[in-house]
T-cell receptor, first 111, second 116 residues
């Protein structure tokens, strides 16, 4: 079963706007990670947030984690056409060794 | 250059013909893992390995085998491939943090497999 579910499944915005995508999960976690995938290619790690952290920033990325709601959000500010990709959250579970990915949010940034 | 390599990148085969997809990493990572990606289902973990000779099942291990005889290599074996194993496969590796906790995973470029 899928631990993580991203919302929305697809998102289309204009260049310069902010993009927000959400991830919900079911069981307790040690950390949550966000990855990016350009069409059919390997995933690239974006940011990791641990269960005892609430917010983290990396460049134009801002991630929040609410363990009481079992949810996380990824905000990309001032989006660019090059941000067009699919974004996945991943959580560790089952003794911190199994990794479960969500189904992803497909982001399109229109120039 | 630090990387995860997979071979082959593309493979067309027929039902029942054994195949192996190789995965190698040069970062001395303890943890390695195989995933399959299917439309609408995201990535699902097939098998993972915490270290040499230590492997365990992920969420979808049926029809697959793995081995970890060396730290750098983690081949995925399909003993008798079937059409429902047609998918995009990714290998990944990561170091293990304190308490053997998950850290950032580095992904290979993927292997597209078509089983006829």
């Amino acid at each position: 079963s899928q631990q993580g579910e991203e919302d929305p499944q697809a998102l289309s915005i204009q260049e310069g706007e902010n993009a927000t995508m959400n991830c919900s999960y079911k069981t307790s976690i040690n950390n949550l990670q966000w990855y990016r995938q350009n069409s059919g290619r390997g995933l690239v790690h974006l940011i990791l947030i641990r269960s005892n952290e609430r917010e983290k920033h990396s460049g134009r990325l801002r991630v929040t984690l609410d363990t009481s709601k079992k949810s996380s959000s990824l905000l990309i500010t001032a989006s660019r056409a090059a941000d067009t990709a699919s974004y996945f959250c991943a959580t560790d579970s089952g003794g911190y060794q199994k990794v479960t990915f969500g189904t992803g949010t497909k982001l399109q940034v229109i120039p | 250059e630090a990387q995860v390599t997979q071979n082959p990148r593309y493979l067309i085969t027929v039902t029942g013909k054994k195949l192996t997809v190789t995965c190698s990493q040069n970062m001395n990572h303890e943890y390695m893992s195989w995933y399959r990606q299917d439309p609408g289902l995201g990535l699902r973990q097939i098998y993972y390995s915490m270290n040499v000779e230590v492997t365990d099942k992920g969420d979808v291990p049926e029809g697959y085998k793995v081995s970890r005889k060396e730290k750098r290599n983690f081949p995925l074996i399909l003993e008798s491939p079937s059409p429902n194993q047609t998918s995009l496969y990714f290998c990944a590796s990561s170091p293990l943090g304190s308490g053997e906790r998950q850290e950032t995973q580095y992904f290979g470029p993927g292997t597209r497999l078509l089983v006829l």
